[in-house]
C-alpha cells in the first residue's frame, strides 16, 4: 500500500478509526483506461482505503445505461462487499449524454459523516473540494484516493492525506485475466466475505445485497 502524504508528516490513521468509502465509479474507469489501458480493482482501492481500520460504509456510484451491458459489472461490485447505487445515463437531443453523481455524492458524505471518523472519497474530480472544506469543517478527515496524474490540485491539497493509485498499479489495476481473491470487511456486521471472481469470463453470481445504517 503506497504510503498516504499526510499534511504534517504524522501518521492519522489509527485501528479506531470509522471509516467510509464512497467511489466515484466513472471517474475511476475512464482516468483507468486513458492512463494505463486497464480495469480498476474496486475490492482492493476498499481494502486499501480502509487498512486496519472500521469499515463502516463502503459505496460505488454508478451509470446504468438503457441497453443494461453494464450488469455483469454491477453484480462484481455487489459480489466484493459494496452498495452499488446507480442512476440512468441522460440522453440528449442530438446525443449528447450526461450521468452526474456529484450532488448525490456529497450528500451521502455529509448524512452519513456523523457516523464516521474518516471520509474517503475515491475520485480526482475537482468539484468535490467544497465537499472536502465542509466535512473537514465538521470535524472529520478527508482523505482522496485517485490516480494523481488525473486528479485535481486542490483536492490534493485540501485533503487531510492523499493515496496516489498510481503508485502501485500492481494493486489497484486489472491488466491481466487472473483469478481474484479478495476479502472486503465491514463492522456491521462482523463477517467476512471472500469472492473469487474469474474476469469477464464468467457472469458472477449474484450475492444478497447488504446495507448497513
Known sequence: MPKPQHKSGEPLRHPEQRVGVFIDVQNMYYSARNLYNAKVHFGNIV???AEGRKLIRAIAYTVRTPAGEE???FEALYNLGLEVKEIDLQVFF???KKADWDVGIAVDTIR???ALDVVVLVSGDGDFLPL???LQHSGKLVEVMAFK???ASKCIEAADAFIDLGAETDRFLITGRQPLLRTVKLEEPEEEKIVEEEEE???PRRRTKRTIM
Do not use: H, M
Request: charged share 30%; hydrophobic share 35%; no cysteine.
Open 47 to 49: 481494502a486499501g482505503a
Open 112 to 114: 452519513i459523516s456523523p
Open 201 to 203: 469470463e464468467e457472469k
Open 132 to 134: 472536502i472544506e465542509y
Open 94 to 96: 442530438g446525443g449528447a
Open 71 to 73: 450488469r455483469p459489472f
Open 149 to 151: 496524474d488525473t486528479a
